[in-house]
């Protein structure tokens, strides 16, 4: 009997129904796709065709099977009874990266589990052993304070503030990619792993060895994608509250920053400029000359950022013409509203190309010709009003089968309409993400978070896994979104700590919804979405605003060192915000810290995320020598120490004194 088949540079499994195929992709690295009682086809959800590898296939007898590709290995064994196959992953030690479950006798286990589905998918579960002993990070972002995920339950599916993206770092010197963008689950348990997709036609998963994190990193970038470069105007301040709602508000926040000698990069207007959602068009009555308010800005140096929505209010001019073309989510069941917000809504079908390319026409008609530089992708999971994701139908399949990519497709239609329109320096905020979202330009934010200490914690931990995941360009709301009083004392210390936080993430941008708010009542008499209070950073009292002036200029110091490291970021993948492990992968103390991170190779930066904090504890990892930025005071490595910081200060360490012009600014 013959199970195994060496082909062109890869190994084919044949039993029962099954096909297993196994093929080198990329260096070190190893696709596996599997299907049942069919063809495996060629389509992949998140990799792109890798630069070709040569591999080795050895088919020692009719029960085993070897592929290696450099420092990756799988082991193909057809066990005897239960008659089933088993894989296991190694290094080039010969030691076990990870291994499928055994069918354990009697109990007749499946590591590759397929439940067929009415219409001809399956339900999927795939199976593998678990070493109580590994560390498991990426992901995306979830909210939670935990940076280490092993013994979690993930759920695979986009939400407001939660961005799901199926790749993990595993410290046993490995990474795994599940290529599908099916809603599922995933269990990093103590006694198996486990990966499950609700509605998919195969099983698909990338799997890379590598002797250092970043080793594992960059071998996935290069089969998922690269950021492009940063442009130069994402390096500095981005200024936004909940919102400006007129233009002449706009400009006198970018006049009085260009008045007090303040740099600022961005100015962004947030939603409801429109009419309606589905118009993708200005407001003429708060917003009379867009051209004009955008020549003017540009003229002092800032470029402007609008926000859009992927929805469709049944009043908008494109309703009608969207839905006769097919270009919207379709419902399966039910009243065919997915949203309601100021108004029955729908959702643009970016899974469509037509759909992409109808957008972009209206936008590049709108906003880009009369030069807005760029582009906030809000709503992006996208945020039904119902999560059942089983409502609801793409033009790429059900969005239980495909739902995941949502995000990375609507930035793709803003992307490549803008490279189409011959624009290079390209960067568009998005509210999600999924594998190879950065490869369109995505500049991921944190969501709709609250303005708490807690809160504030999640997203240091939120942007270490996301950056893992291969997303660098990343940030929050500074300050957090919901529940921030201008006038409490209490959430003006927070939003002073969060500013120091902002100055070290790859964007340093100012947005929330700040109370109280003012109500808007357009010339119809209609009550329009309400506008925040001043969110500038002169809006919080003087103290504050020169604690906030200092940090802008600190960042204005660190641009060139931060361009260095976004051009890292495009040439390798390597993330802005890097856990401390990833720098320092030899000390095992360095897995474990939740709250510190490295930005970029130089700089340790250590928040302070307690309420009335003025000091904190920071592990300098071993191998490197810390000064410290305020002082200059310089400490060996392997040791934790207590450091002191008054609310005007946030403890930076410079890694070997390297970076030394930051002393004594921070």
């Known amino acids: 009997m013959r199970y195994f088949e060496a082909l062109e540079n890869a190994l084919l499994f044949h039993y029962n129904g099954e096909t297993v195929l196994v093929k080198p992709w990329g260096e070190n690295s190893l696709r596996v796709q599997s299907t049942l009682m069919s063809d495996i086809s060629d389509d992949s959800a998140a990799l792109l065709a890798p630069k070709e590898t040569a591999c080795e296939i050895e088919i020692p007898d009719e029960f085993n099977a070897y592929i290696k590709n450099g420092k990756i290995t799988a082991h193909l064994n057809m066990l005897g009874w239960p008659r089933m196959l088993q894989t296991e992953f190694l290094n080039n030690k010969g030691e076990t990266l990870l291994k499928e479950i055994s069918p354990g006798g009697a109990l007749m286990k499946c590591a590759r589990k397929f439940s067929a589905l009415p219409g001809g998918n399956f339900h999927l579960k795939a199976s593998f052993e678990s070493n109580p002993t590994e560390k498991i990070y990426g992901m995306g972002q979830y909210q ?83 950021a ?14 909940l919102r400006y709602y007129n233009q002449e508000q706009v400009l006198s ?73 097919g270009l919207l989510v379709r419902s399966n069941y039910g009243v065919d509203v997915q949203m309601l917000f100021f108004g029955n809504n729908n959702f643009t079908d970016f899974s469509n190309p037509r759909a992409r390319a109808y957008i972009w026409d209206k936008c590049k008609k709108n906003y880009a010709d009369n030069g807005v530089d760029a582009f906030w992708l ?44 011959g624009q290079t320096d390209i960067v568009n905020l998005v509210r999600c993400a999924w594998a190879g979202s950065q490869r369109y330009g995505a500049l991921v934010w944190s969501g709709d978070i609250h303005s708490t200490y807690e809160d504030f914690k999640r997203q240091i931990t939120a942007g270490l896994n996301i950056s893992l995941a291969g997303i660098p360009w990343w940030n929050t709301d500074i300050g957090g979104f919901h529940g921030g009083d201008v006038n409490d004392p209490d959430f003006v210390e927070l939003l002073l700590r969060w500013f120091e936080f902002g100055c070290f993430c790859p964007v340093m941008r100012m947005h929330g919804s700040r109370s109280p708010f003012t109500e808007v009542v357009n010339r119809a008499g209609e009550v329009r979405e309400h506008e925040g209070a001043p969110n500038e950073i002169w809006s919080y009292g003087e103290k504050a605003y020169e604690i906030m002036k200092k940090y802008v200029f600190v960042r ?40 510190q991170y490295m930005f970029g190779p130089d700089l340790l930066v250590a928040p302070i995320c307690e309420k009335h904090a003025v000091s904190r504890k920071v592990y300098l990892p071993e191998g490197a020598s810390w000064t410290h930025a305020g002082t200059g005071k310089v400490y060996e490595g392997g040791q934790e120490i207590e450091i002191h910081a008054e609310i005007d200060s946030i403890p930076v360490f410079l890694r070997d004194g390297r970076q030394e012009y930051l002393i004594q600014k921070i």
Not at 157 to 171: A, C, E, G, K, V
Not at 379 to 406: F, I, K, Q, T, W
């Open 556 to 595: 204005e110091m660190l641009k060139p060192y931060l361009r260095n490291v976004m051009r890292l970021a495009h040439e390798k993948g390597s993330p802005v915000m890097r856990a401390m492990f990833y720098e320092f992968p030899k000390d095992e103390k360095a897995y474990e810290c939740r709250h």
């Open 228 to 241: 492009p470069m940063m442009p130069e105007y994402g390096l500095g301040l981005w200024q936004c509250k």
């Open 253 to 325: 926040v970018a006049r009085e920053y260009k008045r007090r000698n303040i740099p600022l990069d961005v100015i962004i207007i947030d939603y409801y400029h429109w009419l309606r959602n589905g118009d993708w068009s200005f407001d003429n009555e708060f917003f009379p000359d867009p051209k004009g308010m955008a020549d003017e800005l540009h003229k002092m140096g800032v470029k402007l950022m609008v926000s859009i929505w992927p929805n469709v209010d049944f009043r908008s001019g494109t309703f009608e013409d969207m839905l006769e073309k």
């Open 144 to 226: 939670q304070d935990i940076l280490n995920l092993k013994g979690l339950n993930l759920e695979l599916r986009q939400r407001n503030s939660q961005i799901s993206i199926p790749f993990y770092l595993s410290s046993l010197g490995y990474g795994f990619l599940w290529n599908n963008a099916a809603v599922g689950e995933v269990h990093f348990g103590l006694n198996t792993t486990e990966w499950i997709s609700e509605s998919t036609k195969k099983l698909d998963y990338w799997i890379t060895a590598g002797d250092t994190p970043a080793e594992i990193e960059e071998q996935y970038a290069s089969c998922v994608g690269c």
């Open 378 to 421: 809000d709503v992006a999971e996208p945020e039904y009003g119902n999560y059942d994701l089983n409502m609801y139908r793409y033009y790429a399949g059900s969005a239980v089968e495909c739902g995941n990519m949502y995000p990375r497709e609507y930035s793709r239609a803003f992307y490549e309409g803008q490279m189409a329109k």
